[in-house]
């Protein structure tokens, strides 16, 4: 959940506020606060980051690789991240604003990334499907690392995002234990444990794909 009181930033008119010398009433005040919390929801909750150094957008070196596939049809694996993802009101997930560096081996091949949110490291069977828990991005078949473009695989089709449905985030729920006070006894909590995986595809099986940048935010309040 969101610790913004609005779950989202609101906007202010200048003119509302008045000169500095005025006093700051109460409904300004809770929007301010709101807006804070938001501002720190959103910057605190970085769950992936993986590179890019200079060198490593030069093409030069920094990057991560899967092991040969057997078939250019076959997505592999290459990373992956485990986080305890926030949950909305009703169930589903926030959005997750996620970034991708990549390149290809040869440019007499072409690489393509995805990514899967799921409970545990995803298979490679389930990268395929219409659905914005997995994100794809654009074919790249230059030697030069770059941020790519994609888009996620379902009906949202966002564009630097994707997320979790209320089913998909139920089947990620596990109990952990904790403790709820010092030297108090363990308690169970029930925790939404994510991982997001990096599968990497390619149309020549004799260069693999490399991936020289990884970065995924949740957005609280979208």
């Known amino acids: 959940m969101s610790t913004s009181e609005f779950e989202y930033r609101v906007l202010i008119d200048t003119s509302d506020v008045g000169a500095t010398t005025h006093a700051l009433d109460a409904k300004t005040a809770r929007i301010l606060m709101?807006?804070?919390n938001h501002y720190a929801d959103e910057f605190a909750q970085v769950r992936a980051v993986i590179g890019p150094t200079t060198a490593a957008l030069s093409g030069k070196a920094g990057y991560l690789t899967s092991?040969?596939?057997?078939?250019?049809a076959t997505p592999y694996a290459i990373t992956s991240v485990t986080y305890p993802c926030l949950l909305r009101a009703r169930g589903q997930s926030y959005r997750l604003r996620v970034r991708v560096a990549g390149a290809t081996a040869n440019a007499a091949a072409t690489a393509t990334f995805r990514l899967?949110?799921?409970p545990g490291r995803a298979a490679p069977t389930m990268v395929t499907g219409?659905?914005?828990?997995?994100?794809?991005?654009a074919?790249?078949?230059?030697?030069?690392?770059a941020w790519l473009t994609g888009t996620s695989d379902g009906s949202g089709?966002?564009?630097?995002?994707?997320?979790?449905?209320?089913?998909?985030?139920?089947l990620c729920m596990?109990?952990?234990?904790?403790t709820i006070s010092l030297g108090g006894d363990p308690a169970s909590v029930r925790v939404c444990w994510v991982t997001l995986s990096v599968f990497a595809q390619t149309t020549n099986v004799t260069y693999v794909p490399r991936l020289y940048g990884l970065y995924a935010a949740e957005v609280i309040g979208l």
């Not at 089709?157 to 139920?170: G, L, R």
């Open 139 to 145: 074919g790249t078949a230059s030697t030069t690392a």
């Open 34 to 36: 709101s807006n804070l």
């Open 130 to 137: 219409a659905t914005d828990a997995s994100y794809t991005t």
């Open 116 to 118: 899967v949110l799921s």
């Open 157 to 170: 089709a966002y564009t630097t995002m994707m997320e979790m449905s209320a089913e998909q985030a139920a």
């Open 174 to 178: 596990t109990d952990m234990a904790t």
């Open 67 to 72: 092991a040969t596939p057997a078939a250019t």
